[in-house]
T-cell receptor
């Protein structure tokens, strides 16, 4: 069945460091891919999405490119801030629903 | 729009008690999802409604769980009787479309349930 695998956290970085959170997927066809972010005590919020191969989703300095050759959708940011500390979820669309990865906690230190 | 509204935000109850969680989706959204989040199992889809009709309840753990959507602006998730292993954060999410690639879910803030 369709599934998403994320790198385990926590990921701890200093402010202004480069961020990569790995995400790979298993799916039939080419589903839409998403990154959601969850801040403490809140629900998940859409961060970015890509609907077809080679698409790049971007928002708030974060980027992810849909790579069908490597079945990946890695999240990157060039310079993280303390306010980026949160849990990040990769997800794929399977029929009408989203299948989420296990989440990666990011902690950014001043 | 106030977003997806869930209540209560926190619920502490004793084993065997009935628990009812409530959700008000975004006005105009015709799809509603209930997810459960735990450390061990991550985010699990419990049930999905489209136009108030349950489409897929295969994620509902067992008969103790039930969900209803009597109208487009309200849904409930009930656990009866509750057990300690039901302790989790329950999220409601809604979407305005199920078109592939456009299925962006808006989540509520969640209901944290603790069953003692």
């Amino acid at each position: 069945g369709n599934s998403v695998t994320q790198m385990e956290g926590p990921v701890t970085l200093s402010e202004e460091a480069f961020l990569t959170i790995n995400c790979t997927y298993t799916a039939t066809g080419y589903p839409s891919l998403f990154w959601y972010v969850q801040y403490p005590g809140e629900g998940l919020q859409l961060l970015l999405k890509a609907t077809k191969a080679d698409d790049k989703g971007s928002n708030k300095g974060f980027e992810a490119t849909y790579r069908k050759e490597t079945t990946s959708f890695h999240l990157e940011k060039g310079s993280v801030q303390v306010s980026d500390s949160a849990v990040y979820f990769c997800a794929l669309e399977s029929s009408y629903k989203l299948i989420f990865g296990s989440g990666t906690r990011l902690l950014v230190r001043p | 729009d106030a977003g997806v509204i869930q209540s209560p935000r926190h619920e502490v109850t004793e084993m065997g008690q009935e628990v009812t969680l409530r959700c008000k989706p975004i006005s105009g959204h015709n799809s509603l999802f209930w997810y459960r989040q735990t450390m061990m199992r991550g985010l699990e889809l419990l049930i999905y409604f489209n136009n108030n009709v349950p489409i897929d309840d295969s994620g509902m753990p067992e008969d103790r769980f039930s969900a209803k959507m009597p109208n487009a602006s309200f849904s409930t998730l009930k656990i009866q009787p509750s057990e300690p292993r039901d302790s989790a954060v329950y999220f409601c999410a809604s979407s305005g479309t199920v078109d592939p690639g456009a299925n962006v879910l808006t989540f509520g803030a969640g209901s944290r349930l603790t069953v003692l």
